[in-house]
């Protein structure tokens, strides 16, 4: 298993936010970064483009379709990002309200 | 007529999968496998009920429905000291009773729906460790709602077993103090004397039949020990039963790692409403 030296999701309990990594099929890195969940349990979503572009949105769960080693972000042109599978299964189900065991542990959990 | 047969507080620490599965053993999972054998000799369920306190939608509470369930890793992947190996899990589920948990929260006038969810490690890991997949299981969130809702939550769960049929145990993971943050790896016994604090009067609450006088803790003692889910299991466990019943302390392991690893069994004590 590879996930030891290259976490591809980690939740940072300071700054409250969920960051996944993903390649795309041009070999890109793109970044989603899940700034806040709200009441509705929308969330805030920044997507960081391979050249440091972003772009922020508003997402729900439904938005993000799963395959065994893709996730695929809809409304978002093209975007369909390769994981391992242990990291697409952590990103799933934070989508749908898991907070992780904090990569990064702030003072005060969630 | 269905019944809970007995609800458990317990912790869910990943590195509980590690002693276990290594034979060191250990308080908490000495327990844990203690309360396992008893689940599975004694009280013989037909269905475990298991709220994850790291499942924390906002929008409701929520159950999954599933036929089967599988586990997925949101803890820490990486060498180190403390539950940082790869562990899974599966169970079948227990649809019908799924469904009947919904329609009973609904009835309540609580915002219940379903969700296609799995078992995170505060669910998996305890009952890993328990040794208990062979027992169907459903799944449900503890989420970020009041403490007023999680108990009438609680009470609709009971209600909704005890229409069923089923015999059910519930299991609504926790810690009492939760400050990973003071959990330095290299600092395995780190004091922090207001999460000991926190710990000793929670005890005291819950031992003595007192779940409601949670809500009435100081509010800068409740921020500073951070109590994993906000202590929303106990308001769960309280709905489901009896407000007063006490629960039995099976093993406290001290302030340790600046986390309060609490185990507690409560009996049933009071009808549904």
């Known amino acids: 298993?590879?996930?030891?030296?290259?976490?591809?999701?980690?939740?940072?309990?300071?700054?409250?936010?969920?960051?996944?990594?993903?390649?795309?099929?041009?070999?890109?890195?793109?970044?989603?970064?899940?700034?806040?969940?709200?009441a509705d349990d929308s969330m805030t979503l920044v997507i960081v483009a391979p050249d440091g572009t972003t772009r922020r949105l508003a997402a729900t769960e439904d938005d993000f379709a799963f395959a065994d080693d893709t996730v695929c972000v809809h409304g978002v042109a093209a975007l369909t990002l390769r994981m391992t599978p242990i990291y697409l299964k952590k990103l799933r189900g934070f989508t749908r309200g898991n907070i992780p065991t904090p990569d990064i542990a702030g003072p005060s959990l969630p | 007529m269905g019944e809970v047969l007995r609800g458990y507080f317990v912790p869910n620490g990943s590195y509980l999968m590690e002693l276990a599965e290594d034979g060191v053993g250990?308080?908490?999972?000495?327990?844990?496998?203690?309360?396992?054998?008893?689940?599975?000799?004694?009280?013989?369920?037909?269905?475990?009920?298991?709220?994850?306190?790291h499942w924390q939608p906002k929008s409701g509470f929520f159950v999954d429905p599933a036929a089967r369930h599988e586990s997925f890793n949101d803890y820490v992947l990486r060498p180190a000291p403390f539950g940082r190996r790869f562990f899974s899990y599966t169970a079948t589920g227990d649809p019908e009773l799924a469904q009947a948990l919904i329609e009973a929260g609904r009835a309540a006038g609580l915002p219940v729906g379903p969700k296609s969810y799995g078992l995170d490690h505060g669910a998996f890991c305890p009952l890993k460790v328990m040794d208990l997949p062979t027992i169907p299981t459903v799944p449900i969130s503890i989420s970020q709602r009041s403490n007023a809702e999680t108990l009438l939550w609680g009470e609709a769960i009971r209600g909704a077993v005890e229409r069923s049929g089923r015999r059910v145990v519930v299991i609504a993971p926790g810690n009492l103090t939760h400050r990973l943050d003071l959990r330095a790896e290299e600092e395995r016994a780190a004091f922090f004397p207001p999460g000991a604090d926190f710990d000793r009067i929670m005890i005291e609450l819950v031992t003595s039949g007192r779940l409601m006088e949670i809500d009435k803790i100081d509010a800068e003692l409740l921020r500073q020990a951070a109590p994993e889910a906000g202590n929303r299991p106990f308001f769960l466990l309280a709905g489901v039963v009896g407000k007063d019943a006490p629960g039995r302390l099976l093993k406290y392991h001290g302030?340790?790692?600046?986390?309060?690893?609490?185990?507690?069994a409560f009996d049933v004590a009071a009808p549904a409403r």
């Open chain 1, 1 to 38: 298993m590879t996930t030891a030296d290259a976490p591809e999701f980690v939740y940072d309990a300071i700054r409250k936010m969920g960051i996944a990594r993903g390649v795309a099929s041009d070999g890109g890195t793109w970044t989603l970064e899940f700034h806040e969940r709200h």
């Open chain 2, 26 to 53: 250990g308080p908490s999972v000495e327990v844990l496998q203690e309360i396992g054998r008893e689940i599975r000799t004694r009280l013989r369920p037909d269905t475990l009920i298991v709220a994850s306190p």
């Open chain 2, 255 to 264: 302030m340790r790692y600046s986390v309060g690893d609490a185990t507690f």
